[in-house]
Nanobody, 125 residues
Framework: QVRLVESGGGLVQAGDSRRLSCAASGRTFSDYYMGWFRQAPGKEREFVATISRSGGTTDYADSVKGRFTISRDNAKNTVYLQMNSLKPEDTAVYYC??????????????????WGQGTQVTVSS
């Protein structure tokens, strides 16, 4: 079992930056690729970013590419999402997830086995 706890959400203004953190416990963190997803009110959960077990490979949704950066610190069992140039359309609950079924990472939420409880990010215009 892997427990994931997100933090760092809050209310920000458009153009601001924010860093989300996700602390993992319970299993060997470096055995899992990690992902960030988000869900806005009335919308389906959508992929944001994913990172390989070593942190050497990343992938992003087109909507955040160039603005968001995913990273991980395996010594601290933590994955991060640095969000820059935030827009009102980035408003959502952000979830981190951990998986092992794929080779290095995936955009598909069903290929992650463990999920955090989410942290709200609200971007005002």
């Amino acid at each position: 079992q892997v427990r994931l706890v997100e933090s760092g959400g809050g209310l920000v203004q458009a153009g601001d930056s924010r860093r989300l953190s996700c602390a993992a416990s319970g299993r060997t963190f470096s055995d899992y690729y990690m992902g960030w997803f988000r869900q806005a009110p009335g919308k389906e959960r959508e992929f944001v970013a994913t990172i390989s077990r070593s942190g050497g490979t990343t992938d992003y949704a087109d909507s955040v590419k160039g603005r968001f950066t995913i990273s991980r610190d395996n010594a601290k069992n933590t994955v991060y999402l640095q969000m820059n140039s935030l827009k009102p359309e980035d408003t959502a609950v952000y979830y981190c997830a951990a998986g092992q079924t794929r080779g290095w990472g995936t955009v598909k939420p069903y290929e992650y086995e463990y999920w955090g409880q989410g942290t709200q990010v609200t971007v005002s215009s």
